[in-house]
């Protein structure tokens, strides 16, 4: 992408005045009136033949899509549960009920301690999987929500998240086993991947899921959660119906316009559809994604 074809657009001519040069006082005006339109151009300048400009648009949008996607309001998972587990040091209160039931089956004498119980209050964590379809035009507008979904899941499953990127063959940008993400610092290498991902090839969707399905069965959270960015039109045999009911749960998040096909699998499989109207969007979409089930 050369400095002549981006001539003419008005976001391009504010943030990089001159060849090798990205105002950061132009990139945060601009943030606060249109951040959609400054993130599809730091994207599409990641592909820009001046190698200065490349580099720092591409460090620029690894920092502002982990900035927009830490203003996200807070997720309210799963509620927490009572467990009841067998009696040991671990520190839960005496199941009362189970108790009872105990010194009953003793004849009223003291019950067999393997036969007492405790309660706990669980809250399961959870494990996230981030599918992002790469098979069309990964550049711009496209790339830019990649990224911001990429940042929203570091921030919202530091501890277990897997990112995925996939055409024909599924690419495994970040396994589900990996350490946890600690800070800003933590989240960009993966940023920075996703950036770096180009659109090419035909759509493996039922791969795709397959993949993520072998993603959370290693993850150990109490809930285990499948994140498709994607308009979901297969171009590549296999059973995506089967795939998808293997999963724990889907959630696909697909563009607000052209999101009938995704609609239309959902209906399918039981999964749910959010529809996403720019990049920036996508950290509300997977907010909701998270906070209901």
């Known amino acids: 992408m050369s400095r002549r074809e981006l001539t003419g657009d008005e976001v391009f001519e504010q943030i990089s005045p001159e060849v090798g040069e990205l105002d950061e006082a132009?990139?945060?005006?601009?943030?606060?009136?249109?951040?959609?339109?400054v993130m599809t151009m730091l994207a599409t300048l990641t592909a820009a033949v001046d190698d200065t400009l490349r580099a720092k648009a591409r460090a620029a949008a690894c920092r502002i899509a982990i900035d927009i996607a830490r203003q996200g309001p807070?997720?309210?998972?799963?509620?927490?549960?009572?467990?009841?587990?067998?009696?040991?040091?671990?520190?839960?209160d005496l199941d009362v009920d189970a108790a009872v039931e105990a010194v009953a089956?003793?004849?009223?004498?003291?019950?067999?301690?393997?036969?007492?119980?405790?309660?706990?209050?669980?809250?399961?964590?959870?494990?996230?999987?981030?599918?992002?379809?790469r098979s069309g035009s990964m550049r711009g507008e496209a790339l830019a929500t990649a990224a911001l979904a990429a940042a929203a899941v570091s921030c919202?499953?530091?501890?277990?998240?897997?990112?995925?990127?996939?055409?024909?063959?599924?690419?495994?940008?970040?396994?589900?086993?990996?350490?946890?993400?600690?800070?800003?610092?933590?989240?960009?290498?993966?940023?920075?991947?996703?950036l770096g991902l180009t659109g090419h090839g035909t759509t493996d969707l039922a791969g795709a899921l397959s993949a993520a399905g072998s993603q959370c069965a290693s993850a150990t959270a109490g809930r285990r959660l499948t994140v498709?960015?994607?308009?979901?039109?297969?171009?590549?045999?296999?059973?995506?119906?089967a795939a998808a009911s293997s999963?724990?749960?889907?959630?696909?998040?697909?563009?607000?316009?052209?999101?009938?096909?995704?609609?239309?699998?959902?209906?399918?499989?039981?999964?749910?559809?959010?529809?996403?109207?720019?990049p920036a969007d996508v950290v509300r979409a997977l907010d909701e994604a998270l906070s209901r089930r």
């Open 26 to 37: 132009a990139l945060d005006r601009l943030l606060e009136s249109d951040p959609d339109a």
């Open 74 to 92: 807070a997720v309210r998972g799963r509620v927490g549960r009572l467990r009841s587990r067998p009696l040991d040091d671990g520190g839960g």
């Open 105 to 133: 089956a003793a004849g009223g004498g003291v019950p067999d301690p393997a036969e007492l119980r405790e309660v706990i209050w669980e809250r399961p964590d959870t494990a996230l999987c981030l599918v992002v379809d």
């Open 156 to 194: 919202r499953a530091p501890g277990a998240h897997a990112v995925l990127a996939f055409a024909g063959e599924v690419d495994v940008l970040r396994h589900m086993g990996e350490p946890p993400v600690v800070g800003a610092e933590g989240a960009e290498p993966l940023i920075d991947q996703v």
């Open 228 to 241: 498709v960015l994607s308009d979901c039109r297969a171009t590549e045999p296999g059973d995506m119906v």
């Open 247 to 278: 999963l724990d749960e889907l959630v696909v998040l697909a563009p607000a316009d052209d999101d009938a096909e995704a609609q239309t699998f959902c209906n399918l499989v039981g999964a749910r559809c959010v529809s996403v109207s720019g």
